[in-house]
Structures are given as C-alpha cells and as structure tokens.
C-alpha cells in the first residue's frame, strides 16, 4: 500500500468496460468514483480494452493505455504510437496523423530516468525503425496512456508515464476516470460490491453461487428450510412417481425431526420446498441431478432417493 492506508482487494469497471481485479481505499474517491490499482498483467488487460475501444468508436473519444517491454539492460528504444486521427498542419488544409513518440532509457530506469515523449519527426521515424529489443537481462515495462483528444489540441499534459507504485502496481485513471466497484448478482436476485463475499439478504457466499439451474432450484429449496432451520446443511429427497418430496433435514449428521407433529417445520413450509424440487426435476430431467450436486443413496425402499448439500451459510 503505498500510501500507507487501508485498501481491499475487488474489482472495478466503467459500464461495460472491465471487470478488472484491483486494490484500492475506498475512502479515496474523486466525485464518487474510486481509484483503482492494476497489477502488470491486468494493465495489459486493461490497455487491451482501451485498444478495442478505440478502434471501435474512434481514437477522439477514448483514452488508450499502452505496455511497452525491454530489458533491463537494452539498449534505448523509440516507439511510435498511432491512432486514426489527424489533424491540420497549415492554411491549406494539409493533414498529418496524430502520433507520438515515446524514447525508452532502459538500462537507466533503474536510476530513476525516466521516458520521454515527443513529436514524430523523420528523425524519431528513422530510430524507431532501427529499434529492436536486445538484452538478456531482467524484464522491464513502461506503461503509457494517452488522452488523444487532448493530443489532438496540442495539450503537453495529455501523454503520461505512469509509474508503478513500490508494489508493482499502476493507478490507471485515478481522479481522471468514472471507475466504479464491480457488482455480483446472488442466486436471490440481490446484488452485493464485488469485496462483499456474503450476501446481506440471504448469508449466501459469492463463490458459492449456483452454476447451473437445477443447482439453483436445490439452493431456493434450501433457503425456504432454512427460514425454519437456519443451521440446516442438507437434505434427503425421495423422487419415487417423480414426485419430489423431502425425507429428511439434516444438521451436519444430525437429522431435525419433520414429523407434523414436530416443533420445527410446518406443513407449509416443507410443501414449497419440495415444489420447487419437482418444477425443477420435471424441467431439466434426471440427467441434471448428478452436476447439480445430487448424490444418490442406495436405499431398500426407493431406487431414487438422494441427498442434497445446501452452500454454508455465513459462519
């Protein structure tokens, strides 16, 4: 943490830009929105995306974030980064392309020297086509993001070096960018941050999530027994007729009494369960009970009794 404050692990994105997996303080905020901190290989994912935008809604309107990597023993290397945009260069109406430069001391990034950016003059064009990445020693990056529209107006702020923090990590559009936490939708149609592990409404994890419907019928019938029996962790369910009907409740080993006369469920209750069971079985078919989870038990009386797991609970 380089500033020395309290930060978490989540994910961030702008609408459909992202998810990315980051830290950062959520008390650090720019008009709302959060400062996130990327790791090498997500800013590679990260620079991707802006690429991808760019080339689908134009350069003028995205800003793009670009890793460029050496050695740290090469030689100085010129890179030469596009766009589609051009600009007027006189009276006349010519047009050049907006481009930029960016010369690479490698083996003095370790001292503290630092990239420059510059215009592309045929000088620069010359050394960029003489660049080629030598050196066999340790690996190095240089992360740069441009604001073309800036660039296009001739703003001399509009390309930045970023640098990483002494953690590796690079702030990309911090106090610049609308970044926002990322969100998880629970299987009970709720959404929690993507730091929030457990539901608030229902105690279910977020790696516990159902994967697959019939997965998910198994965790709705769980959670209506657990309104009754909060601690319960499975069930035993008979599909004799294809008729689901619950057998049994379980606390770990230790089965709660579901007797009508018991002083734990009610008729009610163990009715919705089971219905949501047999919908379930009935729409998706007996070949979707073993990857939901269902786990057959061989039994005198019924050929098709089984048990069901229930996610943990909140502990």
């Given at each position: 943490m380089a500033l020395g404050r309290p930060e978490i692990e989540t994910r961030v994105c702008i609408d459909d830009?992202?998810?990315?997996?980051?830290?950062?303080?959520?008390?650090?905020?720019?008009?709302?929105?959060?400062?996130?901190?990327?790791?090498?290989?997500?800013?590679?994912?990260?620079?991707a995306q802006t690429l991808l935008m760019a080339d689908e809604c134009g350069y003028e309107s995205v800003d793009t974030v670009h890793v460029i990597d050496g050695r740290a023993d090469s030689r100085d290397t010129v890179h030469i980064i596009d766009s589609d945009m051009t600009r007027t260069v006189n009276e006349w109406g010519d047009k050049e392309p907006v481009k930029v430069a960016v010369?690479?001391?490698?083996?003095?990034?370790?001292?503290?020297?630092?990239?420059?950016?510059?215009e592309v003059t045929p000088a620069v064009r010359k050394a960029a086509r003489r660049s080629k990445a030598?050196?066999?020693?340790?690996?190095?990056?240089?992360?740069?993001?441009?604001?073309?529209?800036?660039?296009?107006e001739g703003s001399d702020t509009a390309v930045t070096v970023i640098e990483p923090r002494r953690d590796g990590r690079y702030s990309i559009g911090g106090w610049e960018w609308a970044w926002s936490t990322s969100v998880w939708w629970c299987a009970?149609?709720?959404?929690?941050d993507w730091h929030e592990l457990w539901c608030e409404h229902c105690d279910l994890h977020r790696d516990s999530q159902p994967a697959n419907p019939m997965q998910a019928a198994t965790w709705k019938a769980g959670a209506i027994l657990r309104t009754l029996a909060p601690h319960a962790?499975?069930?035993?369910?008979?599909?004799?007729?294809?008729?689901?009907?619950?057998?049994?409740?379980?606390?770990?080993?230790?089965?709660?009494?579901?007797?009508?006369?018991?002083?734990?469920?009610?008729?009610?209750?163990?009715?919705?369960?089971?219905?949501v069971l047999r919908q379930a079985v009935d729409e998706f078919g007996p070949d979707a009970l073993a990857p939901a989870g269902w786990e057959h038990i061989p039994d005198a009386r019924s050929h098709r009794l089984y048990r069901i797991t229930f996610p943990a609970a909140r502990p």
């Open positions: 830009f992202g998810p990315f997996d980051c830290v950062l303080d959520l008390a650090s905020r720019w008009n709302g929105f959060v400062s996130p901190n990327f790791t090498l290989d997500v800013t590679r994912d990260v620079s010369r690479i001391p490698w083996r003095s990034l370790d001292r503290g020297a630092k990239p420059t950016i510059s030598t050196g066999r020693g340790a690996a190095r990056s240089v992360v740069v993001k441009i604001s073309w529209m800036y660039l296009h009970c149609e709720n959404y929690q962790t499975s069930a035993t369910v008979d599909l004799y007729n294809d008729d689901a009907r619950i057998i049994g409740v379980f606390v770990d080993d230790t089965e709660i009494n579901t007797a009508d006369d018991g002083d734990t469920f009610d008729t009610e209750t163990l009715g919705a369960a089971d219905e």
